[in-house]
């Protein structure tokens, strides 16, 4: 077959499909539309507790503490007489002695350590710190719901949110996809 042939025979195919197809054409299109802003109403969204860790510093006197002296010689000495007193009550024979030197010992030793009393002698600066968290309140950003008429689509009304309003009669450019079916 020739070239001439086949031309015929695809011009009929197709003429055959276009003939015995659906009777129904579907077309989508996107178009950008130009609206006016008709109305905007500003929504309150409300706000959000923020914490925001702060260093707090401050100076604050500590008390050095020192020895007022040593004990008195008579201090030791009652101390030492006390505690001999005191050790011979305990024990027998040879034992009573040993208990009362011992006695003796401990009742000088022990006020000779009591008699020395600690006392604040001064004062010295030392700077404390701590961490706090301070507490505020951040607006959170406003809203706006937005009524948008379209005249190239029969003056439809469209509504949008926004984070922003805009002024009334403000011009708004809107993508628009659309289906068209044909019926023949």
Not at 67 to 77: A, D, H, P
Not at 115 to 129: F, H, R
Request: aromatic share 6%; with cysteine.
């Amino acid at each position: 077959m020739n070239k001439f042939a086949y031309g015929i025979i695809l011009t009929t195919i197709l003429f055959a499909q276009s003939v015995f197809a659906d009777a129904n054409m579907i077309t989508t299109n996107v178009d950008n539309v130009t609206g006016f802003v008709i109305k905007a109403e500003s929504q309150n969204t409300g706000s959000t507790q923020v914490l925001t860790p702060t260093r707090s510093c401050s100076v604050v006197d500590v008390p050095i503490y020192g020895s007022t002296g040593k004990s008195q010689t008579g201090e030791v000495l009652g101390g030492a007489i006390i505690g001999g007193i005191l050790g011979n009550q305990v024990g027998g024979g040879k034992g009573k002695d040993a208990a009362t030197i011992l006695g003796a010992i401990l009742g000088a030793d022990f006020a000779n350590k009591k008699g020395g009393q600690q006392t604040i002698v001064g004062y010295k600066q030392v700077e404390q710190c701590e961490i706090i968290n301070k507490v505020t309140w951040k607006q959170n950003p406003p809203r706006c719901t937005v009524t948008v008429e379209v005249p190239a689509m029969n003056n439809s009304l469209h509504e949008f949110i926004l984070n922003k309003c805009p002024k009334l009669n403000d011009r708004f450019t809107i993508t628009a996809s659309y289906t068209l079916r044909l019926k023949r």
